[in-house]
């Protein structure tokens, strides 16, 4: 199975798209770590196989992990043109399955199992091999892998002489020598053996332990005698008069039950006559004192209530009282925080009415009809603030009419000096037509002046012109000498006189044309000045025009003599209005206790001494009657716990009795429960107590015949049961001897089985070692440059990783004495060997890691030389970050490249990462590539 051409897109750690072309017998990948060498050999796994080996967890394989990181929005994608047994091959892979076809046209959808049939179909015509169908598919992915990729991770397995990766390394080698199927066979086979081991060992242990309880238990029944259960049981019924039940364990259960029940209730009975003898003598006394009881607790009830009545009514007169004296004391606090609310605020109502200029006589009605009294809060709030910058305004305008006269003036002068329409359109027209001469004249110029320049500069060159310090017949063969078209040359340069009256045009044109801008400027700016005073002089005006109808609005004239007076007087009414509405607002509902005391005709100024007065005499008042109803309370409250004390004294007397009485009652109701118990309905005397005795002690004497019959029911009945025992115990030592015998020859054949997949292996392999040694032997020797080891030799069979290696008469182990550069060379030696027997396109991760500079360049002739000797049957892919290894790869194939048209060697650079792109690129054999190596690595 041959790979032409490899396209892999959006895969892992390459983002964008790479191409390789993989015709040449070897091809070396050159790339930095980090870039996607081994993800090149990924992506060729997952094509073949339809997984990556090394990114599954266990038998598990999520194709999400193929999706590259900088670019989740793409599908994974590779596609290959492959050669099968010289038949062409198109496959493409993604997510959803693979194509295959002989054409990319022509690919159709094909099924794991059936991919994996075509591109090992080869192998196994030539090995004569064929999976089992319930491991074909994993078994043909681990022969492509194995046998076609061998990755660094596997290399250093190979390498690793860690007992814990044994196992790996054979499953490796395994690969390689074609025999997986009967290693895998046989590990599967003796892990089942060893699984069955344990089942095994706990039968085994379960058969001696149910042998053991048989004897036990045959044993106990020999020591037993035959006794019959129904025989004891149906005496105990007889005895407790019970109706005959059916045969058996339940029976000989019902006579237990029902001798427990009995013995419960003659229990009981005997607790009762134990009770009836305690209270036999007191219970005449009891009777006397319970009924002297009840008479007292009548009497002891009626006085309780009558002192419950007048203790009620003196605590209702209590609680009256204390109530009145509590509403006192709010009357009181009331009174002092209305005093506390209002008499600062007062001041302040009289201050605001002075300032607001009102009467000195002046009482609260004729503030409350003020026009501002009228207004709503957020009107006076609003009219406040509107006189407040009236105020402000008024201040500044004597200076605003000042500088309205000042503009006026200046806007006279201006007016004064300002050139006339014509005029500024007669300087216009001046530095119209100016500005058009110098166009014209600047025009010519650049016609005639330009020409003349570059003629120069060509004159001045030419002039400068020598041929070796000789005279140029060909540029001077119309004036016979150099000299004589010299002076010409200068001649001509000489006359410039047209240039510069043309060059003397252009200033006095420019000079025209800036003394008729600076006309046109000046009466520009001087409009402008007029412009600009008149739009302040319309805005002073405005701001004057606007006051003046604020003012009329507030109720104000302008020609007032003191306006900013009169709009303060206006705001102080306002304020004034303001503090007696806040002072109200405050109060709230105490807002017509207020104007109580303070009537509307009440003067201004008096307001805070006549409150005062008022307040005073209502707290001395309160006062007074707060002292009367304090003394009245506290009587009521001594009344009232004097007659709670008797109540309470009353009821712990009756309470005491009632404690005694139901005592009484107690001893009374269990002596009579008692009675009842042993004696039933009968009259209580000394004869029927006698007679219960007499009862209690038959009774006992019948239950203790019927627990013996009952007892001897009990043995018999467990004779029985061991029988049974002994019997089921036969049964399950027969059933456990059989499964124990079932395991054992399962485990038995799965032995057999094994040995026989391993000795099928180890005639396999020992076939396989014979065809390699021939092989692996002269490539290790070619590759190892320090010739220690004369000669390879391979283990057989289920030993074939224990190699031995000849040098001189000594024998080396290659896993124990070997270096890891040695055991690389071998390792790489064997795989090589491999791919030579089966043909088509290998692939090598990074197979220099360990090696020394000497046997690397053993291993460059060795792949020189195995891929010059394959006539295209062999084809190798060489992943590396050595630059040196690609240029003396380079260097060697350099000569052979040249001679023919498709090159056996190829060296391609891969640069750049995941994040911002990989590109490759042929960098051996090229056009303008050194013949002596690989050309500098280009950034991306």
């Not at 199992?113 to 192998?123: C, D, E, V, Y």
């Amino acid at each position: 199975m041959r790979i032409n051409r490899l396209h892999v897109d959006a895969f892992r750690g390459i983002t964008g798209s790479v191409e390789l072309d993989l015709r040449p017998a070897l091809t070396v990948i050159y790339a930095a770590n980090g870039t996607g060498k081994t993800t090149l050999c990924d992506a060729t796994e997952w094509l073949l196989t339809g997984q990556v080996h090394r990114l599954c967890t266990g038998n598990a394989f999520d194709s999400a992990l193929l999706v590259s990181k900088f670019a989740p929005e793409t599908e994974p994608t590779v596609e290959a043109e492959l050669e099968l047994d010289g038949r062409p091959l198109y496959l493409r892979r993604d997510r959803n399955g693979a194509r295959l076809g002989a054409t990319r046209d022509q690919a159709r959808p094909v099924q794991p199992g059936a991919l994996l049939a075509t591109l090992t179909a080869p192998f196994r015509q030539d090995a004569g091999w064929e999976p089992h169908h319930a491991t074909a598919i994993r078994r043909r992915q681990q022969f492509l892998r194995a046998t076609h990729i061998l990755t660094a991770e596997e290399l250093a397995t190979l390498l690793d002489t860690d007992p814990e990766t044994l196992g790996r390394r054979k499953e490796i080698f395994a690969d390689l020598l074609d025999i997986r199927e009967e290693h895998d066979s046989s590990g599967r086979l003796r892990r089942y053996a060893d699984a069955l081991l344990p089942d095994e060992n706990a039968l085994s242990q379960a058969v001696d332990d149910a042998r053991k309880e048989f004897a036990a238990a045959v044993r106990t029944l020999q020591r037993s005698g035959p006794r019959p259960s129904d025989e004891e049981t149906h005496s105990g019924e007889r005895l407790l008069g019970m109706n005959a039940g059916s045969p058996g364990p339940r029976r000989v259960e019902a006579l237990a039950a029902e001798i427990w029940r009995r013995r419960q209730a003659h229990a009981a009975s005997i607790s009762a006559m134990a009770a009836v003898d305690e209270g036999w003598a007191s219970r005449r006394a009891t009777s006397r004192e319970l009924a002297d009881g009840l008479v007292e607790e009548g009497r002891l009830s009626t006085a309780l209530g009558v002192a419950r009545v007048r203790a009620s009514g003196l605590a209702a007169r209590a609680r009256a009282t204390s109530e009145a004296f509590e509403d006192i004391d709010r009357r009181r606090a009331e009174s002092v925080r209305f005093r506390s609310a209002v008499t600062p605020r007062l001041p302040e109502v009289t201050a605001a009415g002075a300032a607001a200029g009102l009467a000195p006589d002046a009482t609260f009605a004729a503030l409350r009809r003020l026009p501002e009294a009228r207004m709503s809060v957020a009107l006076r709030h609003e009219r406040a603030t509107e006189l407040a910058a009236l105020g402000q305004l008024a201040i500044g305008m004597p200076e605003l009419e000042r500088r309205i006269a000042n503009v006026d003036d200046r806007l006279s002068r201006l007016l004064a000096s300002l050139p006339d329409e014509g005029e500024v359109r007669r300087r216009e027209g001046e530095l119209a037509a100016a500005s058009g001469s110098l166009e014209a004249a600047r025009r010519r110029l650049a016609e005639i002046g330009q020409p003349l320049q570059r003629l120069r500069a060509e004159a001045l060159a030419f002039l400068d012109h020598r041929h070796a310090d000789a005279d140029c017949p060909v540029c001077g063969h119309d004036w016979r000498t150099h000299e004589r078209l010299r002076a010409s040359v200068e001649a001509m340069l000489g006359g410039s006189s047209l240039v510069e009256g043309l060059e003397r045009e252009v200033a006095d044109g420019e000079r025209r044309v800036r003394q008729a801008g600076a006309a046109v400027a000046e009466a520009t700016r001087s409009r402008g000045k007029v412009d600009t005073l008149r739009r302040s002089r319309a805005q002073d005006t405005q701001v004057r025009a606007d006051f003046a109808r604020r003012v009329r609005h507030v109720g104000l004239a302008t020609t007032v003599t003191d306006l900013p007076g009169a709009l303060s007087r206006l705001r102080r009414r306002v304020e004034a209005v303001e503090a007696l509405q806040a002072l109200e607002d405050e109060l709230g509902p105490r807002t017509a206790r207020f104007r109580l005391a303070l009537p509307d005709d009440t003067p201004l100024r008096l307001a805070t001494a006549r409150f005062s007065s008022v307040l005073e005499a209502e707290l001395a008042s309160v006062s007074r009657e707060r002292q009367a109803t304090q003394a009245a309370a506290a009587a009521a409250a001594e009344d009232s716990g004097a007659a709670q004390a008797r109540v309470e004294a009353a009821q712990a007397e009756l309470e005491a009795l009632r404690g005694r009485l139901t005592h009484l009652r107690a001893l009374h109701d269990s002596l009579a429960r008692a009675w009842a118990v042993v004696a039933g309905d009968a009259r209580m005397g000394v004869r029927a107590r006698d007679e219960a005795r007499e009862v209690l002690k038959h009774v006992d004497a019948v239950l203790t015949r019927a627990e013996a019959h009952l007892g001897a029911a009990k043995a018999a009945l467990a004779t029985e049961v061991d029988r049974e025992r002994v019997r089921q115990l036969r049964a399950r030592l027969t059933r456990e001897r059989g499964r124990l015998e079932l395991i054992r020859g399962g485990r038995a054949a799965a032995m057999r089985g094994a040995e026989a997949f391993e000795r099928h292996a180890a005639e396999a392999a020992r076939q396989r070692v014979v065809q390699l040694s021939a092989v692996v032997n002269p490539l290790f020797a070619r590759m190892h440059a320090n010739r220690l080891i004369d000669r390879i030799e391979f283990g057989e069979g289920a030993d074939f990783l224990r190699w031995c290696a000849g040098a001189g008469e000594a024998t080396l182990d290659p896993m124990r004495d070997f270096s890891q550069g040695q055991r690389q060379d071998l390792a790489l030696s064997l795989f090589i060997a491999r791919a030579r027997s089966l043909g088509g396109t290998f692939f090598l991760d990074e197979p220099v890691t360990h090696m020394d500079d000497l046997n690397r360049v053993g291993l460059l002739d060795v792949l020189r030389a195995v891929t010059l000797s394959g006539n295209g049957h062999l084809r190798l892919v060489v992943t590396t970050s050595s630059r040196l290894l690609a240029r003396h790869l380079a260097e060697k194939f350099a000569r052979v490249a040249r001679d023919r048209d498709l090159p056996p060697m190829q060296v391609v650079e891969m640069h750049g990462n995941g994040r911002n792109g990989v590109a490759a690129a042929v960098m051996f054999p090229g056009r303008a590539a050194p013949a002596v190596g690989i050309a500098p690595t280009r950034r991306a």
